[in-house]
C-alpha cells in the first residue's frame, strides 16, 4: 500500500530540484517535492549570489524556457550587474546579490501555490524498481510513495561529511543532517559512486568590519534584471567591498598547512575539490608567488549583519580561521557568527545517463544537479528543469524526449559534456566549454529556447508571443538601416562618402544610439523595456554578423552528425570498428551520430563507417 501516489516525485528542494518539481507540476504531473527540512527549500548553501559569466547566461536560458531562478533573484536581489560590459557579447553576463533569506522564503511560497504540487519533508532512504523501471520511493519513516518518474537531485548530502581541521562530522550541509542511504541504492543497481568536495568560507558580522579600507562596489542603474518578463523598478541597491589577502595571511595558512585535513598528516579529505573556486588553502600551496588574492566582501540580505568573505572558503581548523580573517584589510576586528567548513559527498557518475538525464540502468529514473558531479545553483538548476520536463514527458507516457544541444544552449553544452566525458572533478560552466558561444549569449536566450518553453506548457502563448515580435521587429530595423543613408555630414563620426547607417553601424566606435541621433528609425513597440532589448540585439547581430554566420555554418556541419539518430535496437557488431569501440558504444549508448562522435576513444575515422551502417539499419 502506498502512503501517496503522484506521477513525478522529485528528491530535494534545492535549486536543481526546484525548478525539476516546478517544471513537471506546470506541466500538468501530480508532484511531490521531498525535502530534508522543508524550511530550507532553495537554500545557497554557499555564495549569496546568482549568475556571473556562462552561469547568468544559464538563468536566462531557464528563463526563456519558462523556469523560476530568474523571476526569484529578480524579486529578491540586492545588486545587479551586467559582467563584462567592455568586452564582446559572448562573453558578458548578467550577475546578482541575493538576499539569501528572500530568496528561499520566495521559492518556498511559489512552490506552495502552485497547482498539482505537494512538498514531504521526508528523507527518502531508497527508490523501489521493478522490471528495470522506477515504481516509487521509501522514505526513513518507513513511508512509501508511488511514482512513474523520480528524479533525484539530492546535491551535497549523499553521505555528506563536514569538516574543520581533524574535525568531522555527518552533515550534508551545516546543521542538516546527510542522506547516508541513498547512495547504496545507488551502488546496488550497478552506478559508479565516488567522492567529491567542496567548501565554504566563515560568515562575518557586519558591524565589526571597517569598510574604509576596501574599495565599494555599487550596481548597476537601473538594476539589469535577469527574466524577461520582470518590469523595469527601482530597487535600492547594497554595495558589495573589494579587500585582499595579505603577506600576513599566507604565512598563516602556510605555517598551518600540517592542521589542513587535506594537506595534514591525517587526510580526512580525499574526494576531488573544485579547481576554479579553491580553498585559500588551495591557492595559496598553488600559486606560492602571488602576492595577494582578492576578497570580495558581499552581504547576505537586508535583514542580516552577515557578509559572506569571497574567496576564503577553507578547511583548516577554526582557530586558524580566526587568524586569516584577522590578517584581511578591513577585517582585523571582525567578528565570525559561522565557520568555514569543507565538506565532502557521493556524487554518481554522469555518463550513466541519456542527455535526457535520465538513467540508462533504470526507466524512469532521472539525477540532476550536484548529483551529476557539478558545483554551482545555475548548473544544478540548467539540468533541474530539463529534467523535470523530461519526467513529466515520461509520466505522461509521451514518446518525445527534449534534449538540448550544444549549439542551443549552455545547459546543452554542460549536460552533454557530462553525460559523453563524465567528470573527474566538481564541472563548472565557463563560456571556453561552448564551441559556439557567440551564438549563445545572454541576451537571445528567448530567441533560442522560448519556443520549448511554450511547446512545453511553461510559457504562456502572450509571453511566446513577445518573443517572436521583438526578433521579427530586430530583422524590420536592420533592413531599415540598410536603406538609410547617413551623409559626411551627419556622420557621428568622419566619413568620406555618404553610407548606409548599417554599414556605418558595423564600425567599432560607432554605438547605434549614435546613429538615432541622426536618424531616428521609428518602430511600432511601446514597452519600453522591449525596446530596449531589440536595440541590444540589432546592434550585436549587425557588428558580429561575419562571426555569428561562420559560427552558423560551423553549426549546420555539426547538425548533420546530430541529426543523424542512432536506432535503440542497433547492433555495433556488426560495424568493422575497433572492439574498444564497440564496447564503449554499447556501455554509453548514444542518441545521435553526434553524440558517438564526441565519446572518448571514438575515431573520427570510425564515424562514417558507423553513419553507413545506420544508414543500412533503418
Ligand atoms: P542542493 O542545493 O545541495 O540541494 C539538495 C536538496 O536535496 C536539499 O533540499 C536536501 O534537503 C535534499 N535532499 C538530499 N538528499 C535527500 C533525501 N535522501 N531525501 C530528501 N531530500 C534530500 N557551489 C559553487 O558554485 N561554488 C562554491 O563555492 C560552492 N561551495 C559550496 C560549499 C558548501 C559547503 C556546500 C554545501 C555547497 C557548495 N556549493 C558551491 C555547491 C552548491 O551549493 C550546489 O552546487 C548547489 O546548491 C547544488 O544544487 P542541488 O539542487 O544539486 O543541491
Redesign the pocket.
Known sequence: MWDGVYDVIV????????EAALAAARMGCKTAL????SD????????PSIGGVAKGTVVREIDALGGEMAKNIDATGIQFRILNKKKGPAVRAPRAQADKYAYRERMKRVIEETDNLDVVQ????DIIVEDGKVKGVV?HLGAKYGAKAVV???????R?K?IIGFEEFEG???W?PA?N??SSFYERHGFRVARLK???PVRIDGRTIDFSKMERQDGDEPPPFFSYWTEPKEIEQIPCWLTYTTPETHRIIRENLHRSPMYGECKLITGVG?RY?PSIEDKIVKFPDKERHHVFVEPEGRNTVEFYPNGT?TSLPYDVQEQIIHSIPGLENAKIIKPA???E?DFVDPTHLYPTLETKLIRGLFN????NG????E???G??IVAGINAALYAMGKDERFVLGRDEAYIGVMIDDLVNRGVRE?Y?LFTSRAEYRLLLRYDNADYRLAKYGYKFGLLTREQYERVKRKYETVKVFIEKLKEIKIKPSESPVEIKETKSAYELLKRPEVKLEDILKVVPVKVSVDDEKLLREILEEVEIEVKYEGYIKRQLEEVRRFRKLENVKIPKDFDYDVVPISIEEKQKLKEMKPLTLGQAARLEGIRPASIPILSIYIEKWK
Do not use: W
Open positions: 528528491v530535494g528542494a534545492g535549486h536543481a530540484g526546484c521531498f525535502v530534508i527540512n530550507r527549500i532553495a537554500e545557497m548553501s554557499c555564495n521526508q528523507i527518502v532512504d522514505t533525484v537531485t539530492a546535491g551535497t548530502f549523499l555528506g563536514i550534508g550541509r551545516m542538516e542522506a542511504k541513498l567542496t567548501g565554504t573544485v573556486c572558503s567548513y569543507g565538506i559527498y540532476a544537479g550536484q548529483i557539478t558545483t554551482g545553483y548548473e544544478a538548476a539540468q533541474g566538481p563548472r
